[in-house]
């Protein structure tokens, strides 16, 4: 039941604000600071959440097989290889690992 | 959803005077469809993700369709599996969500849409469609663009999330197949285009630190919200440093 509420209330808020932006006048968010800000909250969400997925377990940080396949995938980027490409070379190495025990 | 999405694209489009040299329709439509399967072919990851973190195949599909903003929907089946309250995980998701506001501003703009069509087109407001939109060159284009990659987005996300958690409920345990990763995965692929500067890189990197550090003595959930506060710090303090330099004028970046 937490599970649904918390789709629940994701769903409404993502909701909400791609209709926010379509509704709100133009100029109304389109101040430097504000923008500056809407760029930047993804960039730091984001990295916190690749770091997290990478190297916690639970509340204890580990390296561990994702470690691995997590570098394959920043190689696959630095090598501008398409987005699927990326996310196959983090599960195959990840798979890989561990298979030999990592 | 989707009709009403064309009809407003259609009538009237050409009437705005677009120049002689706009980009023919079928061009725009293939750039569309090359991201919209790209892209939408990746919620396959999604699907095998949400199920491998115990979400149920109706709670996976749910996601897809209603929130429909891949990198809230990662963070939010992250964020539950690691036991996360879930107001907490919603407000992560949420956050991460929040700049789909800044892309709806920009394609208001863009396409015009009548009042009645805004809460029908608000649901693809996405990193995609608005990337594919901002680069055509005419109204009619720029509603194309909108309407090709996002319907074709809708319908593989939705249909690859309901066939990658099928598939993880088949194949049992995820994390064997190295799926566990493909989250991570994800994010890095997303952030990476965005490490441009070294504001950009410094937000990043100082949220890492956050994010790691406040992991074993913040309930879960929490880091990623404190990590946010990196965007706020950085701007802070490179705005002192500018200040500090007392140039009057600003950064140069965008």
């Known amino acids: 039941m937490t599970i649904w509420i918390a789709i629940g209330v994701t769903a409404v808020g993502c909701y909400a604000v791609k209709l926010l932006g379509l509704l709100v006048p133009a100029g109304a968010l389109e101040q430097p600071l504000v923008r500056r800000l ?20 639970g509340q204890a940080l580990v390296l561990d097989a994702r470690a691995a396949g997590v570098a394959a995938a920043a190689v696959a980027l630095l090598l501008r290889a398409p987005f699927l490409l990326v996310v196959a070379a983090a599960v195959v190495v990840t798979a890989g690992v561990r298979a030999m025990g990592g | 959803m989707r009709g009403v999405t064309e009809q407003t694209a259609l009538p009237d489009a050409p009437g705005a005077g677009a120049p002689p040299g706009g980009k023919p329709d079928a061009a ?14 990746s919620g396959f990851a999604f699907g095998v993700t949400s199920a ?7 709670q996976t599909c749910a996601l897809s ?35 789909n506001a800044f892309y709806g501003l920009r394609l208001s703009q863009l396409l015009a849409l009548s009042r009645a069509a805004r809460p029908l087109a608000a649901q693809w407001v996405i990193d995609e469609t608005t990337a594919v939109a901002l680069a055509q060159p005419t109204r009619r284009a720029v509603r194309i663009g909108f309407t090709v990659t996002g319907l074709t987005l809708y319908v593989l996300w939705n249909l690859t999330t309901l066939l990658g958690a099928l598939g993880a409920e088949a194949i049992g345990d995820t994390d064997a197949w190295g799926l566990d990763a493909a989250g991570p995965a994800v994010f890095l692929a997303l952030l990476a285009p965005m490490l441009r500067t070294t504001t950009e890189r410094a937000v990043a990197a100082l949220a890492v630190l956050l994010g790691l550090g ?10 990623v919200l404190v990590a946010a506060l990196a965007a706020p710090l950085v701007l802070w303090a490179r705005g002192r440093r500018a200040s500090d330099a007392g140039a009057g004028r600003g950064e140069g970046e965008r």
């Not at chain 1, 993804?42 to 377990?57: E, G, I, M, S």
């Not at chain 2, 439509?29 to 072919?41: P, Y």
């Not at chain 2, 491998?52 to 195949?57: A, D, M, Q």
């Open chain 1, 38 to 57: 809407a760029a930047l909250l993804p960039v730091a969400l984001l990295a916190a959440l690749t770091a997290q997925q990478t190297f916690a377990d």
């Open chain 2, 28 to 41: 725009v439509v293939r750039d569309a469809l090359g991201v919209g399967v790209a892209v939408g072919l």
């Open chain 2, 52 to 58: 491998g973190s115990g979400l149920t195949l109706a």
């Open chain 2, 214 to 223: 406040l992991l074993p003595v913040l309930p879960a959930g929490v880091p």
């Open chain 2, 65 to 99: 369709l209603l929130v429909f903003t891949g990198a809230s929907q990662f963070a939010l089946v992250g964020a539950l599996a690691a036991g996360g309250n879930p107001l907490t995980a919603a407000a992560g998701a949420f956050f991460l969500g929040m700049r």
